[in-house]
């Protein structure tokens, strides 16, 4: 997970379809069930009007749930893996 600078002077709309803020949060997730990927066009802009939110969630210490709300930017795929570039969009955490 990396924070990177968008190229802009402010926070806008991109093409009237998503919010761009000046600084955004990358995950690059890599998943090695590769059955997931016909699934994956549906989640990422480009054939949809709207990004589908990709939750990844994780218990951590202390009965604690994270959960990090995310937008497919990108895929890339072998045989072997996914790998998935995610914009973060929000980040929760609940006690279990």
Do not use: C
Not at 5 to 21: H, I, K, Q
Not at 36 to 63: C, Q, R, V, Y
Request: hydrophobic letters at 40%.
């Amino acid at each position: 997970m990396s924070q990177t600078d968008n190229p802009l002077t402010e926070p806008t709309t991109r093409g009237g379809v998503y919010f761009a803020e000046m600084k955004e949060w990358k995950i690059e997730a890599t998943i090695f069930d590769t059955t997931i990927s016909k699934h994956l066009s549906k989640a990422m802009l480009g054939p949809n009007k709207d990004f589908l939110d990709i939750i990844l969630a994780t218990n951590i210490e202390n009965n604690q749930k994270l959960s990090l709300v995310t937008n497919l930017k990108n895929s890339m795929q072998n045989a072997e893996k996914i790998i998935l570039y995610l914009t973060l969009k929000d980040a929760t955490m609940e006690s279990q």
